[in-house]
């Protein structure tokens, strides 16, 4: 970390908050949705979707939460990273779309999904921060 990171516990803070609450936000939204989030695997392909419905809900809840809090934080990092790189793979195949507009909606949450994996790239290697339970 840098002066500015180690003088400003509240900047990792921030990061964290922000990046986490992406993944706990939408894992609610696909635990009160499960029939709908189901339909949307079996969609992609993925057998047994109703499995990967909840485990799309637990991980995204669960990583998004300790990543807020800042417990584990490397290897969650690291864990939703290539979570998002599967997700990224499976869901956001922009070159499959030949229509224009769905094409460029599926482009941009490709795009969108890798400056996420970038964000849990700086994370993992930096660690929290020092307002954190891992305090690193």
Excluded: C
Excluded at 42 to 63: D, H, N, R
């Amino acid at each position: 970390m840098n002066a500015s990171t180690t003088t400003n516990p509240i900047l990792p803070l921030i990061g964290r908050l922000l990046m986490g609450l992406l993944f706990l936000v939408y894992g609610v939204i696909k635990f009160t949705s499960i029939p709908g989030t189901t339909g949307y695997m079996g969609k992609l392909g993925l057998p047994s979707p109703e499995l990967f419905a909840y485990l799309a809900a637990i991980i995204e809840f669960v990583g998004g939460l300790l990543i807020i809090i800042g417990w584990q934080t490397r290897r969650v990092a690291w864990a939703l990273m290539v979570y998002t790189l599967v997700a990224t793979g499976l869901a956001h195949r922009f070159w499959d779309y030949s229509d224009p507009g769905a094409r460029g909606a599926q482009m941009v949450n490709f795009f969108k999904n890798l400056a996420i994996m970038g964000g849990f790239f700086f994370m993992a290697l930096f660690g929290p921060g020092s307002a954190s339970i891992d305090k690193s």
